[in-house]
Every structure is written in C-alpha cells, then in structure tokens.
C-alpha cells in the first residue's frame, strides 16, 4: 500500500500561471482532504470530499478549485496563482464508515508562487 | 468556531526525560475528538494519539499519553523516555463529532530532543 501519493513534491510558479496538484490515495477511502500549511498557523482545511462527485469548501478555499475525479484521485487547481499561495500543501483521506476517522496524509507539496 | 490553541512555540529536552506539551481548545460540543499528530523534518504527518471526549480515562500509546481535562478544555501530550526520533513538530487538533470530517489544528510545538 502506498498510502496518500501527491505529485509534484516541488513546484515554482510565476504569478498569474495555473496548475494542479494531483493526490491519490490506495485505501479505498471515502473521503479526501486538501490542506495548506503557513508557518506559524498550523494547517488550515482549503477543500473537501465526502465522496466520489461531491466537494465542500472548507476554511480557505479562496483561489482554489477541485475535482474528484473518481473515489482515488482528489485534485487541486490553482487557475491564477499569487504569491499568498507560496505554501504546503498536503492531500488527506479517511474512511467515513468508520466510526473513528483517523486521517492519512500524503508527502506534501511544497509550491512557490514568485 | 472551534479553536486550538498551543501556547509554546519551541520546546527542548534531553534525550531519556519527559516532556509535556500543552494544548488547550474552545468548543461549545459535548462529544468531540482530540488528536495529536507528529510532523518530522520529512513532513509526513503521523498520527501520535488520540482521545474521544465522552471517554473520562486518558488515551495511552507506548511512551505518549494524554491529560484530558475536558471541563478546562485542556488536551496536553505526554512524551516519556523520549528519543531522538521523537524530534519533531507536533500539531494539536480537533473534529467536532464524527461525521464532521474536518479537523482544526493549533500552531503547533517545535520539540527538539537533545542527545
């Protein structure tokens, strides 16, 4: 099992350039989680996804989009990037039919928005 | 809107000691869930441990264990014997029930263990 699987690790952007963060994970979890991690503020909920066609914001989704693609694969897009989304950025999944859900985390992705 | 708070930026300890990390949180729940995850340098996220609040006795994992002080809101991590594998940041966090799905972190607390 390889868990929570994110691509890129590293990405440089120039302000105003698109991209998608791509995360999958092999736990045949319902739910996936997108967070943003700034120093000193912890990690911050941007989007959810209680299951395959449904997407939640969370507590920052300003800027951002999502797609679950299938039960697997949870993106995140950045059409216009700006520099306040120089970040971490970790993908997470739990099993919502579990009566504890215990969160798994990817890697992470470290972006820079010059 | 639930908080977490972790009031201690930095902490260090001599291998072999004990140390303790606090935690405190704002809620108008009854029944919730409280967690402590771990991030090495590598930046994975580890869950150390966790508590759910209708349960009066403290959670234990080997050599970490919680105080759960729930009518003070209080949620600290005790790390004994600890490692130097145990250098990391750790992060508080909260989810309001079980189907709430999202979890609220503190700032968190920079342990550095000393050999």
């Known amino acids: 099992n390889a868990g929570v699987t994110q691509t890129p690790k590293f990405q440089v952007l120039k302000t105003g350039q698109s991209m998608t963060l791509q995360c999958a994970q092999d736990?045949?979890?319902?739910?996936m989680y997108w967070y943003r991690q700034d120093p000193g503020m912890g990690l911050r909920l941007i989007y959810y996804s209680a299951s395959e066609g449904t997407t939640d914001k969370g507590e920052v989704p300003n800027g951002y989009n999502v797609s679950r693609l299938n039960k697997r694969e949870f993106s995140l897009r950045l059409e216009s990037a700006a520099p306040s989304q120089t970040s971490v950025y970790f993908c997470a999944s739990s099993d919502r039919d579990r009566v504890f859900q215990e969160q798994f985390f990817g890697p992470g992705t470290r972006l820079t928005v010059l | 809107a639930q908080t977490v708070t972790q009031s201690q930026p930095e902490m260090s300890v001599q291998e072999a000691e004990t140390v303790t990390l606090s935690c405190t949180y704002d809620t108008s729940e009854s029944n919730y869930y409280l967690f402590w995850y771990k991030q090495p340098p590598s930046r994975q996220m580890i869950l150390v441990i966790r508590q759910e609040a209708y349960k009066q006795q403290n959670a234990t994992e080997n050599r970490f264990s919680v105080n759960f002080q729930k009518a003070a809101k209080s949620f600290s991590l005790k790390i004994s014997d600890s490692q130097l594998g145990d250098t990391a940041m750790y992060f508080c966090a909260f989810m309001k029930h079980a189907n709430d799905e999202k979890l609220t972190f503190g700032t968190g607390t920079r342990l550095t263990i000393i050999p």
């Open positions: 736990m045949n979890h319902n739910s």
